[in-house]
């Protein structure tokens, strides 16, 4: 029986994959000029970070082209479910990235905090067969300057430059949502593809805090 | 060495199979989670009593020490606690309220919301040929600390027998907001540009924004209120300005007043803005 009972315990004791927190640190950001404060109707602020592979990413490079942003932590529950298998943001921006629509996910995550660092963002953006690039902005600097809240709290900027939505993802925080299912992101994108002002330019953003440093 | 039985080999077994496969007792099973605490973080029970004009069910929320859920509107963050109610025919359920939030504090992030226990009510009212059967009741939340984790439960509760006054129903109910009367002192004011409140008397006052409120007047950041002297008395003024798509909408808040009498939630209601002649 003391063997039954260790075998017990020692499957008991095996860490779920993905739960432990990262020891990696990112590298270093390139540079964030990000002084001016987003407003929906008014130029998004400009931004370079580095992604996970090192390369500096910035909004600026593309001008012309439509683009989202979507703050990210990967162990956030809301963002665990929006990028799981039956998750709205499953594919998404495969999807429109047909269309010419640049996806960029930001990480404000502190060092230390709860989904931050280079090798826990790396392994999601494999679990979650993501196709578009993960940012780090460990100081926060860049989800200061678009007041970004949770995780996902999602921007979308026009091929001017301009911020002409941000918000929410969808109406179903983790599924769940009453009334007709409305993907707010979806919905601008189809606006912006169609040359008309975006319908709903702001909603009020749910899921987790992004866990900013002090 | 002694040779293990088959009833310890079948008891060792279920018991793996026990803890592998059974989830914390909020965890919603449709979703993946962080971690697994042995303890709920979040537990609901259902209770009930009659009332003049039918029956008052109150969710009772205990959430574990150091989290916390959420009220309608969250704050920047958060998700609103929800229930979905199934009353036997012959009822309407009405909808989920509230009492006063609490706020919590993030680096800069707010929040509003519950931490302790908390009871959330709603009222059932007779539609017709009422059944004194079982209602169900399904909640979602999120509780949260540093990391937020959903839960869910689903629980019932019969119509038969409710008792008609509960003790802590009736000290939960005190929290509910309830509309300003002439000695609260409150005065609101809607212009075209936004809106003005004054409390007069309180030693302190917070607004807690509806999620329609906060979308509002986006920018505006707690606290809203500032205290001022007039005429000797304390006196708490906000003033907001509102973007035009909301012009002509009502818009709500609590605000807290805390003063000689205790804690006051008043529901607050800002007309549209008054239509040029």
């Given at each position: 029986?003391?063997r039954?009972t260790t ?20 590298n ?5 000029p990000?002084?001016?404060k987003?407003t929906v ?5 400009d931004?370079?970070?580095?992604d ?6 910035s909004?600026a ?9 979507e703050?990210?932590n990967?162990?956030c ?7 799981g ?8 921006a495969s999807k429109h990235?047909?269309g010419g629509v ?7 995550g502190a060092?230390?905090k709860?989904g931050?660092?280079l090798?826990?963002n790396?392994?999601?953006?494999t ?14 600097a860049v989800?200061?300057?678009y007041?970004?809240?949770t995780?996902p709290?999602m921007f979308v ?8 939505y ?12 009453s ?5 707010h992101v979806?919905?601008?994108?189809s606006n912006l593809?169609e040359?008309?002002?975006?319908d ?11 866990k900013?440093?002090? | 060495?002694?040779r ?26 449709s979703l993946?989670t962080g971690?697994?605490d ?8 259902a ?15 205990q959430?574990?020490?150091?989290w916390?859920?959420?009220?309608a ?7 609103a ?5 199934s009353p036997?025919?012959?009822?309407e359920?009405?909808?989920?309220l ?7 504090t ?7 919301g ?12 007779p539609s017709g ?5 079982d209602?169900?009741i399904t ?9 937020c984790e959903p839960g869910?439960?689903?629980?019932t509760?019969?119509l038969?027998n409710?008792?008609?006054t509960?003790?802590?129903f009736?000290a939960?109910m ?9 000695d ?13 409140v ?8 917070t607004l807690?924004?509806?999620v ?6 986006s920018?505006?950041?707690?606290p809203f209120?500032?205290e001022?002297?007039?005429n000797?008395?304390?006196t708490h003024r906000?003033?907001?300005t509102?973007?035009t798509?909301f ?6 808040g609590?605000?807290?007043l ?7 939630y008043?529901?607050?209601r800002?007309?549209p803005?008054?239509?040029?002649p």
């Open positions: 029986m003391l039954i075998v017990l315990f020692t499957l008991l004791l095996i860490p779920g994959s993905g739960c432990s927190p990262s020891s990696a640190v990112a270093t950001p390139a540079t964030t990000t002084s001016p987003a109707g008014e130029q998004a602020p931004f370079t970070l580095n996970l592979e090192g390369n500096a990413v909004l490079d593309y001008r012309g082209k439509t683009v989202v942003i703050w990210f990967p162990d529950p809301f963002v665990k479910y929006a990028h298998p039956k998750g709205p943001l499953r594919g998404l990235a047909d640049i996806w960029l996910a930001i990480n404000s060092p230390g709860q931050a660092g090798d826990r790396k392994k999601a953006v679990g979650y067969e993501m196709s578009h690039p993960v940012l780090l902005d460990e100081s926060g989800g200061r300057s007041s970004a809240k995780t709290h900027v026009n091929g001017e430059g301009v911020l002409v941000a918000g929410a993802l969808d109406n179903a925080p983790l599924g769940n949502g009334g007709a299912y409305i993907n979806d919905a601008a994108l593809r040359n008309k002002p975006v709903t330019p702001s909603t009020k953003p749910y899921g987790c805090s992004v900013y440093g002090a | 060495m002694r293990v039985g088959t009833s310890e080999l079948v008891f060792a077994l279920v018991a793996l199979v026990l803890c592998v496969t059974v989830p914390s007792a909020t965890a919603d099973p993946p971690s697994q042995v303890e709920p973080l979040v537990t609901m029970e209770l009930g009593i009659s009332t003049a004009r039918g029956v008052r069910l109150g969710l009772s929320y959430v574990a020490p150091g916390h859920i959420y009220w509107n969250p704050g920047d963050s958060g998700m606690t929800s229930a979905e109610i036997p025919p012959g009822w359920a009405g909808p989920l509230f009492p006063g939030p609490h706020i919590f993030s680096e800069e992030i707010v929040s509003y519950y931490a302790g226990d908390v009871v959330l009510f709603v009222d059932l009212i040929i009422a059944a004194l059967d209602v169900s909640s979602r939340w999120l509780v949260c600390k540093e990391v869910s439960t689903t629980t509760i019969s038969r409710l008792p008609e509960q003790a802590t009736t939960s005190s929290l509910l907001p309830r509309a300003p009367q002439p609260d002192r409150v005065e609101v004011l809607r212009s075209a540009a936004g809106f003005e004054t409390v007069r008397g309180a030693r302190q006052v807690f924004p509806t329609e409120l906060d979308l509002a007047m920018g505006e950041r707690p209120f500032r001022e002297i007039v000797s008395e304390a906000m003033r907001a509102v973007s798509q012009a002509q909408t009502e818009l709500q609590i605000a807290r805390e003063g000689e009498k205790g804690t006051t008043l529901a607050l800002i007309p803005t008054p239509k040029e």
